[in-house]
């Protein structure tokens, strides 16, 4: 994935006076950052599928992608980056209702670690504006991917792995 999550929870508890307005700065930074170079790196890579986070949120953009590919997304939630403040707000339920909505519409194909609390879960459904990329690469693109997102400053994180199965994701 190419941006952190977080901008549904985070512009929605400043809307309601639960975070300071300077805390959104990261989440104008995020948004205005553009995917287009990220896009070519993971052609570039070979990637087998992609797609922006937005609207459904991490895990429903990730159920979307498990379906049409006929596998098995793994996430390694420890691993899934989050701006600041969004998992404490998250734990305490102050999330947008298109997260629990996102939420809901994940449940029944996707498998929780119990150790992933309802707050992680809320936060992986987090609806996104102009969210990153997440992009499924074949093992040996991994390195070019890496090269020309180094080469251009911008971030990215390995957060899980494809494996064969029926159109479902498993969260650990």
């Not at 287009?36 to 953009?61: E, I, N, P, Q, W």
């Not at 939420?103 to 996104?128: H, I, W």
């Amino acid at each position: 994935i190419t941006k952190p999550l977080g901008t549904g929870i985070l512009t929605s508890a400043a809307k309601k006076g639960k975070i300071k307005s300077s805390a959104l700065n990261a989440v104008i930074d995020s948004m205005l950052m553009l995917n287009k170079t990220a896009s070519k790196a993971a052609v570039a890579a070979d990637s087998k599928s992609a797609t922006d986070v937005t609207g459904f949120g991490l895990l429903g953009h990730a159920l979307n992608i498990a379906r049409r590919s006929k596998a098995t997304l793994v996430i390694h939630s420890k691993k899934v980056p989050f701006m600041d403040k969004v998992k404490e707000l998250s734990a305490a339920g102050a999330v947008p209702k298109g997260a629990r909505t996102n939420l809901d519409f994940c449940e029944k194909a996707t498998t929780f670690a119990e150790s992933v609390s309802n707050g992680s879960r809320l936060a992986l459904s987090d609806p996104q504006t102009s969210g990153g990329l997440l992009i499924s690469l074949p093992r040996g693109g991994l390195k070019k991917f890496d090269r020309i997102m180094k080469k251009n400053n911008l971030p990215y994180w390995t957060i899980g792995e494809v494996r064969k199965g029926k159109g479902r994701i498993i969260v650990e």
